[in-house]
């Protein structure tokens, strides 16, 4: 056998990696920031991107920045979203990769992640509104965010729900429950203050890493907790003093979190 015929062709020749995407579907909560976070960090690390942006998903973007979804120019809105920061101010982000990214019109049933079959590493929904999360926990599929979210929970793969709503009615919690016995990461868009946020772009990204946490890919999106009382509000405070981003808060002055 030639060398190098164990991991390649039957010549020898270097198989080329199969695409195995993670699918990201944007439902109609409000939160687009969190998932424009987690795409920019998912191509950082490398990870190839199934994107699926729901109806209602479009309505909220054009809402929160002004701005529509288009499936026949989705790459010139996707990039001008990912560059877009927390805020509101336009290309805060260096532009973002996208050779990586597969785009699915929701309508479209007959794609790829429609199928068991269909190559995935998991799920995420980001942010997910309590209609998806009852059309995923019922099983409804009827459109194709829903039906990959099912296509997910029946192959046994990763599916991550970071559900944003408040407060949350009993028949939604109830919803939730049956996601969680299902084999899904419920996971609250609830950001925490311990990591010394001084930015919006800060709570984001907070949110965002325990998606990818969840998801197991590796980010450096917020400061991990250390056992250490107050050492991030005094990271915080001299960073502000030195007018430098502190470690693992690299958006306190607005600076690139995937920049060394």
Do not use: N
């Not at 050779?99 to 269909?118: E, F, I, K, N, T």
């Not at 001084?198 to 907070?206: E, P």
């Amino acid at each position: 056998m030639p060398d190098g015929a164990q991991d390649g062709t039957p010549d020898g020749t270097p198989r080329r990696r199969a695409r195995e995407p993670w699918v990201v579907g944007v439902s109609g909560a409000s939160g687009t920031p969190y998932a424009a976070a987690v795409l920019r960090a998912l191509l950082h690390a490398g990870e190839d991107v199934d994107l699926v942006v729901s109806r209602a998903a479009r309505l909220t973007l054009l809402d929160e920045t002004g701005a529509g979804f288009r499936d026949a120019h989705w790459r010139e809105d996707l990039a001008r979203l990912l560059a877009r920061g927390a805020d509101g101010t336009p290309d805060l982000h260096p532009p973002a990769d996208l050779s990586r990214v597969r785009h699915w019109p929701a309508g479209d049933l007959a794609a790829g992640p429609s199928s068991g079959s269909y190559p995935a590493k998991g799920m995420l929904i980001v942010p997910a509104s309590t209609a998806c999360v009852a059309g995923v926990a019922l099983g409804l599929s009827k459109d194709l965010l829903q039906r990959a979210a099912s296509v997910t929970l029946k192959e046994r793969r990763p599916l991550v729900v970071a559900v944003r709503e408040t407060p949350l009615g009993g028949q939604t919690l109830r919803h939730l429950v049956a996601l969680d016995d299902a084999g899904a990461v419920v996971l609250p868009a609830s950001p925490a203050f311990y990591t010394g946020a001084v930015h919006i772009q800060d709570l984001v990204d907070f949110v965002a890493g325990r998606v990818l946490d969840a998801a197991g890919v590796p980010h450096k999106l917020y400061r991990r907790w250390q056992g250490e009382l107050g050492a991030a509000t005094q990271e915080a405070a001299a960073a502000h003093e030195t007018g430098a981003a502190s470690p693992g808060r690299p958006h306190a002055q607005g600076a690139d979190p995937f920049m060394p």
